[in-house]
């Protein structure tokens, strides 16, 4: 068996296009002429919508995932039950629990927990919707609409549970659409202690 071997001969250079300056003058110009386009020319005619930020601002898609909040019950009181679904499934380890027991005079008491302290870091979040997905109540929720404020403060960006249950959601409630049989409740599909079944 033979092989036959095909010599592809090297294309021929000039010394121009070996040094690649005419191709950095056609980039160049490219870069130049799409510069006084969308800084000078009429607004019909810019490739690319600045806007003056902060004055001025974009409305964002419906899905943008946004600040995290935490969305709250009719009472106010927090949905999130302290079951560390979102901790878990963070990537970045961004959120941080301490789970408590309700009172015993609470009728909540022996059913489900409650955060005493829910810490998000937003700048190690990176803003994956991971936890909205893994949460099982609908507590933790990306649907604020709006990006990180600026600070050159490290702490403004570590959101504690006072913080996220004080931020709206796009449409301006702290609750979510998502409704939650409580304990108790005569929709509630599970054991309670009146009921005993």
């Not at 000039?14 to 000078?40: C, D, H, S």
């Not at 490290?154 to 409704?179: M, Q, V």
């Amino acid at each position: 068996m033979t092989v036959e071997v095909k010599v592809i001969k090297k294309p021929g250079r000039t010394v121009a296009e070996q040094v690649y300056l005419p191709e950095i003058a056609k980039g160049l110009g490219f870069a130049m002429g799409r510069f006084f386009k969308n800084t000078f020319g009429p607004q019909d005619k810019k490739e690319i919508a600045t806007i003056k930020y902060p004055e001025e601002t974009v409305e964002y898609p419906e899905r943008f995932r946004g600040i995290h909040r935490l969305t709250q019950r009719t009472d106010g009181s927090p949905r999130c039950v302290a079951c560390l679904c979102c901790s878990t499934a963070c990537p970045a380890q961004c959120i941080h629990i301490e789970p408590a027991e309700y009172e015993p005079e609470d009728p909540r008491y022996g059913y489900e927990r409650y955060p005493s302290v829910f810490v998000i870091d937003e700048l190690r979040c990176i803003f994956c919707g991971y936890c909205v997905e893994a949460c099982p109540c609908d507590a933790i929720r990306m649907d604020t609409g709006m990006h990180m404020p600026p600070s050159t403060n490290r702490d403004h960006f570590l959101f504690d549970k006072e913080t996220l249950l004080s931020i709206p959601g796009r449409d301006g409630t702290y609750l979510t659409a998502n409704p939650r049989h409580e304990p108790g409740d005569p929709s509630h599909p599970g054991i309670d202690r009146e009921r005993g079944h």
